[in-house]
């Protein structure tokens, strides 16, 4: 049977390359000593050059065989089983080059039948990580970066002489009540060597209770094994994502040689020009693009943190779907993806550019291993089979489309482009619409962009982004205007009935060439920032979700008096999932608002848009209702545009209104001064109350009279494991007397930790946007972790964290 032994701890890392390295009697261990997943080079939040990790460098470690490992190579085999090197490895063992692999994204096995031996072995890799433009994406600009390292698990494997390669389990009849699973397994042997038994055995992960077996006979071709007939099986739904298990026993003259398990999902996805149905429904996609990078480490994050991110999609994004722009991501996410219920496009690595014959190779061979090993993810709707944004290449994309479906029949193909017209090779058409600038127009009309006189099966797979990069600690109204602009293009997608739904550029801020982004490394496009830490926009997609999933309400403003231009106040967006809104102010009852369905007809929960603060007080103030909706028209456009936005139509009603009700303009002054700015009142405080279906959910309280009055730090997780290498989020967030976030309090803080467990990135670090976070990671030892975070202002902590 197969054996692995991880190889995650202990490794000795050093810049450079010299042969004297990889002798095995050379001693390393004055080298530093690293975990994988790891980063070739800790790097700076921003502005650093993105040729500092840019370099070759080694790392090595020992490992043990089992001492009874056969001396006779033909009895058994070896493997090294990297799952990500960026972005060329060279493998060595016991001082003799085993194998070589370039392509920084896709998992590869470099056998080592015949350098391994029972014992200690040593284990050499040579890591290219400079930007071979041999190699997708290399080659022209890319706007992300791909950091160095061996930043994903390594193990080794030992197998008998014959063991199983891949299988594949593809479902069927996902809505019919008998259901059939086909398994292709694949096997490694000997000619001849045969013949062998290939077993399969599904189970109900949460009762152990197994549903159906299957066997076939192979002397070495693939395996196919057909289990039909398969009742009591639960369809994979967003949200009820039901999993079943997959025993594949591979046996010789009766005996078990192998097994692997896979994980199942039943359910059915369909692209049609109507639009995307899962399990036969109409499903509109509401997603965002993710890169899987991190502050300070790149890509190089372990199990935790890639599941987090999946979490953070799914219930606090409240997303259905995630593209995972532009390279297969860790298998950990996908796994969570398959357990939460969220959708995944995903793609082979590339940015635009496309290479000569070899770098589409290359290409291809990506495209082949990111199919091979995520094919079984009942997350996985889409593959993505062209290079994000390239030009067309008929052979080329005629070709991964075609290799696609050879691998794996189940899915339909997708290629993401910004060229109109544009020829489709693929079951989709996947444009990246960035039409929307804040103007009337939200999204381009399909056919306009397929240049086909007919309707195409079509999704947006990008918008916004570039189009208004929009900083987690800028001013208000550009926060504010970020968010809308999601929801403007959200909601024209959900309501073309031609448009399968929207995926917006994009979930999180990421690191960059210098090329892109704001000039200091960082493209600031996420709904969130690179921390995970929500912008307004990300409430736009969270506010999404049903109520009965969880309750949304965020006002897209400080509610201070100065902080938008012109001091105006309003409109106030509040992204919620609320069917109304009461607003109290100083302890008054303002009014209640509804969502604004005039606007965002499409989505399912429009904001509630306040666009006065004077509500329902005018009515205990004489004035007739005509009269209020005049005043309230006015003072919205006064506190939103600003006075010189109001008309001569408008002072004439003005005007009149002022006679009628013998007022003079300094008593209307007054008026609106008491009822919007409120200047020199001593009760601040501003309530918002949600309410669905007349019940009330949620409140929320702001004031305009906000101070700094608290340091709270939370930890994602209150345990972690005492691996070295299991990291948790800690989150700094500096709190008013409200419970708010004071976005502007300059505050640097000294963190430290104390125990078995090491913070990632800098100890100093500086508050931005009244928020910082940073990872922890355990050391390989159990005990009590203790964090402290000071400040010259504000101290928060002891917060204790267990490795255990
Ligand atoms: C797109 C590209 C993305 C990102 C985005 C920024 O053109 O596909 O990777 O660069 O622009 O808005």
Redesign the pocket.
Known sequence: MRQTIALDRSWFMKRGNEEAWLDPSFTHEDWEEVSVPHSNLELPFNGFDEHSYQFISTWIRDFDLPKDLPADQTARRVFVDFEAVMSRATVFVNGLEAGRHSGGFTPFSIEISSLAKGGRNTLAVIVDSTEDPGIPPFGHVV??LCYGGIYREVAVRVQERSFIIDAFALARDALLPKKALDVEVRIDCLPASGPFEVEAGLLDPATGKALARGSCSTDGDPGWIELHDLEGILAWEPGRPTLYELIITLKAAGTAIDAVTLRVGFRQAEWKAEGFFLNGKPFKIRGL?RHQAWPYVGYAMPERAQRRDAEILKRELGVNLVRS??YPPSRHFLDACDELGLLVFEELPG??HIGDAAWKKQAIADLEDMIVRDRNHPSIVLWGTRI??SPDDHDFYAETARRAHGLDPSRATGG?R?IEKSELLEDVYAF?D?VHDGGPTALKKPRRVTGLGHDEPFLVT?H????FPTKRFDQEERLAEHARRHARVLDAALGDPGIAGAIG??AFDYN?HKD?GSGDRV?Y?GVSDMFRIPKYAAAVYASQVDPSERIVLEAATLFAKGERSGATLLPIDVWTNCDEIVLWRAGERVGSYGPDYGSFPNLPHPPVVIRDLIGDRLATEGFSEGDQRLVKELVGIIFSKGLSALRWRHYLKLGLMLARKRMSYADAEKLVQRFTMGWGQSDESVELVGFVKGEEVARRRYGGDARATVLEMVADDAAINADGIDVTRIVLRLLDQYGNIHPFAQEALQLSAEGPGCIIGPRLVPLSGGVTAFWLRSAAQKGTITIMAKGSRFTAGPLAIEAV
Request: charged share 10%; net charge negative.
């Open positions: 706007d992300y693009n722009s532009h940015w635009q994000n944004e993401v910004y990246n960035f990008e916004n982004g570039h189009m550029w994009c960059t892109f493209c496009h």
